[in-house]
């Protein structure tokens, strides 16, 4: 993939080989000219790259002592530890570091630029912090993540800590000497939470997929009664009425089961709080793409001027996190509650815990409480992470976001209603297997996909392993086969 510029659509597939584009990189020299000739004739202080930063930003430095400033930038930092950053999130921050790095505003020069996508095509994966990380911005993070261009620090290779010195060496990669502004340029900003806040739309975008499925099958196996889910009920809600239309289509030809007044509360209410899901999940989008264009060096280099920015403070960023791992709380209750009423036989209408023989047989009432403990779990994240701010810094730095956390939250929310899902829908499998019916021709495919993964539980057996299974095909199927299933 080529990139020309800042405001490219950065790749998805995080294995997809990136270079720069010949007229991005000339642009970028001439920028970083005019940068150093700006920052040569500053009248007065430019922080960071002059002066020290934090409380220390009175203090001016020699020409000396700059050069040596910015690599010790990256350095004294640095006083995180264990447990590291997945893979896939560190190549999401090193994307959306590069993203950065590639604005006008940085100054960065295209040397700094070729270096870093040298690194990402690699595979070179910086050992980073996810946890204790308490400083106003990400400072503490990005300089273990971007030490290791100086071969100073950790890097992960399958997994195991390795020196960043041989890790580069390995790779033919001298260890990169850092220009004039560009040490403070690699800690500024709010990398890590735009790589936690891509992951979470992503991961949050196929669940709100998986369980409008589980919600459609729901549906199908109590022979739900279907007023309730006509789309001009929606009354003006765009996400809602767009989920009615395509449950309509879903399950279209299923059948109504006789003398069913009304379904339970929790079949009744999945469109709205999916629905809720969806619109949460989209304000986090709107955010990601304002960050796109919103200047985070600090100081920036605008219009021949240096200027501080507040870039490091994602908070809108953290916020909208926390929102989503409430509204993926909410759908972890419903879908819970959903699978509760299908496996009793007076909701359902079917055999006592879905269970081929009750009293021989256990049935899924297990797999119920699987989901239940992973519904405990997933309700204690949704108390809000990026609250809770303390003073650092010798009263310089009073203010933190903590947008990390949300972003560490909002991951294992997701995992949690994973678990759930899939739990859900090894149920709705074995109910449609024990109801017999035709399966509607908008959830046929489904239920054959689910079907070939997970085959309905005929005698009692070990589901741990088939929530295991399923979640993997879930987690993989929102690129490929999900996509066509219905």
């Known amino acids: ?43 007065g202080p430019v922080y960071g790259v002059n002066t020290g930063m934090g409380r220390l930003a009175t203090h001016k430095l020699s020409p000396a002592q700059q050069a040596e400033h910015q690599r010790n930038l990256l350095i004294g930092r640095a006083v995180g530890g264990p447990p590291w950053l997945p893979e896939g999130d560190v190549r999401m921050l090193l994307l959306a570091r590069l993203r950065d790095l590639l604005r006008p505003d940085t100054g960065a020069s295209p040397e700094l630029a070729r270096f870093l996508v040298d690194r990402i095509n690699d595979r070179f994966v910086p050992a980073v912090p996810r946890s204790g990380l308490g400083s ?3 400072i503490i993070p990005l300089s273990h993540a971007f030490q290791t261009f100086l071969g100073i620090g950790t890097v ?12 580069l060496a390995r ?18 900003g709010s990398p890590l939470a735009v790589a936690h806040a891509s992951r979470a739309w992503r991961e949050t975008q196929q669940l709100v997929d998986l369980q409008t499925l589980a919600a459609a099958i729901a549906i199908d196996v109590f022979g739900a009664p279907r007023a309730v889910y006509r789309p001009e009920l929606a009354r003006g809600d765009d996400h809602l009425y767009t989920l009615l239309h395509e449950l309509d289509m879903l399950v279209a030809g299923s059948s109504v089961r006789a003398g069913v007044v009304q379904a339970p509360v929790s079949v009744r209410v999945g469109p709205r709080a999916i629905a809720h899901a969806d619109r949460v999940n989209g304000d986090l989008f709107a955010v990601l793409q304002r960050w796109r264009e919103d200047p985070v060096d600090s100081p920036a280099f605008l ?3 240096f200027v501080s920015t507040t870039g490091f403070h994602a908070v809108d ?28 036989e007076r909701f359902s209408g079917l055999p006592a815990q879905l269970a081929v023989d009750p009293g021989p047989r256990t049935g899924l ?6 989901a239940v403990g992973e ?21 310089q730095e009073d203010v933190q976001a903590f947008a990390w956390a949300a972003g560490e939250q909002v991951r294992a929310a997701a995992d949690h209603l994973f678990a759930i899902t899939a739990c859900e829908l090894i149920a709705g499998v074995q109910a449609h297997h024990l109801r017999g019916t035709p399966a509607p021709l908008g959830l046929r495919a489904a239920y054959a996909w689910l079907s070939g993964i997970v085959p309905p539980a005929l005698v009692d057996r070990s589901l741990g392993p088939d929530v295991t299974t399923l979640v993997g095909h879930l987690r993989e199927a929102y690129f490929t086969d999900l996509s066509t299933l219905t």
């Open 1 to 43: 993939m080529i990139i020309t510029g800042h405001d490219d659509p950065f790749p998805l597939d995080l294995d997809e080989r990136i270079e720069l584009a010949p007229e991005l990189l000339r642009a970028m020299a001439g920028n970083r000219a005019r940068m150093l000739a700006a920052l040569e004739s500053a009248p």
């Open 136 to 138: 106003a911005g990400e």
């Open 156 to 167: 992960l290779e399958d997994g195991a800590e390795t020196p960043a010195a041989e890790a």
């Open 171 to 188: 790779r033919g990669a001298e260890p990169y000497v850092l220009g004039p502004k560009e040490g403070a340029s690699l800690i500024q």
């Open 303 to 305: 219009d021949g001027d």
């Open 317 to 344: 960023l953290g916020l909208r996190m926390d929102a989503v791992s409430a509204a993926l709380a909410h759908l972890g209750e419903v879908s819970a509650q959903r699978m509760n009423r299908v496996l009793d």
């Open 365 to 370: 009432v297990p797999l119920h409480k699987r």
């Open 375 to 395: 519904l405990h779990a997933l309700r204690r994240l949704t108390t809000p992470a990026t609250l809770g701010s303390l003073d650092t810094s010798a009263g």
